[in-house]
Structures are given as structure tokens and as C-alpha cells.
């Protein structure tokens, strides 16, 4: 999570359940390391203490960048998880959390910041044509034309 670490992008946990009838939660509602709607590096900051305090009670052992290949059911109820690389630490676990991110995009020209970087959109803004919508999502692209409802 060290990209979203200290970022002001704002996120919400069912931005894209949109128009469910419990979009509009503010909570996560995950069963372990959930969160609730703030700023990405808030979200991050949340996240990473429930593991650190979870961790030091039990026996996670965190095992990064690694190429993860087939995870499975195995028949005693378990997970078997293959590795494609060395260390080729892979093995059967009782719970698995992969947790694979957005990672870095795609370069797609100068003067186009990183997603988790400050946004020229703090948040809402105003039009004065109400029938226009706008949805911005990430970086957003630019377009030409009107959008009509």
C-alpha cells in the first residue's frame, strides 16, 4: 500500500455498487481488515494497523512479491497456493489474502500524475447547466462534446 500511503485520493468501499440500496454505506463491512470511506492514505494507515495488530497475535507470516499461480481448495478445506518464481515458498495455508492492488499504471504521456497523487479535482464542483452528469473516475480522460441525460 505504499502508493496509496499519504494520498488525498478519496475512496469509497461501494463507489461502483452505485445505485444499490447499500451503496451509500460508509463501511466496508469486510470480516477482517475492512475500512471505512476517508482518503486513501487514511485507508491505508487503517488497514495496515488492523494487520500489524492482527499479526502480532497470531501466526500470519506475510510473504511479498511473489508470482502467485493457482490458488486452490484443497479436500482437507485448506488452500493450496503455488508459486511461479523462487523462493517457490508455496504451500497449503488455512487462510490466504492476496492482496494485489492497482500497482503503477501504464506511462501515458507528461503531465498526467499518478492516480494516488493530488487531484486537480479536490471534490464536488458545480455546473450551470443541470442536465448535464459527470462521473469522474481515477485520472479521468478529457473528451470534447456534451454529455446529455
Not at 19 to 31: E, F, V, W, Y
Not at 71 to 88: F, L, Q, S
Not at 96 to 121: A, D, H, Q
Amino acid at each position: 500500500m505504499h502508493l496509496q500511503d499519504g494520498s488525498p485520493r478519496y475512496l469509497h468501499p461501494h463507489l461502483y455498487d452505485w445505485p444499490d440500496k447499500n451503496a451509500t454505506r460508509s463501511d466496508a463491512g469486510l470480516p477482517f481488515l475492512t475500512w471505512r470511506e476517508h482518503t486513501a492514505g487514511e485507508v491505508a494507515k487503517k488497514i495496515t494497523q488492523q494487520f500489524y495488530a492482527r499479526r502480532s497475535i497470531s501466526q500470519i507470516r506475510p510473504k511479498l512479491e511473489r508470482d502467485v499461480i493457482p490458488v486452490a481448495p484443497t479436500n482437507d478445506g485448506r488452500w493450496h497456493v503455488a508459486v511461479k518464481d523462487p523462493p517457490r515458498d508455496g504451500g497449503d495455508y488455512d487462510a490466504v489474502i492476496l492482496s494485489i492492488g492497482f500497482g503503477y499504471e501504464r506511462s501515458i504521456g507528461s503531465g498526467i500524475p499518478s492516480f494516488w497523487k493530488e487531484s486537480k479535482f479536490a471534490g464536488a464542483f458545480s455546473t450551470s447547466k443541470p442536465k448535464h452528469r459527470v462521473f469522474l473516475s481515477g485520472n479521468g480522460l478529457w473528451f470534447a462534446g456534451s454529455m446529455q441525460d
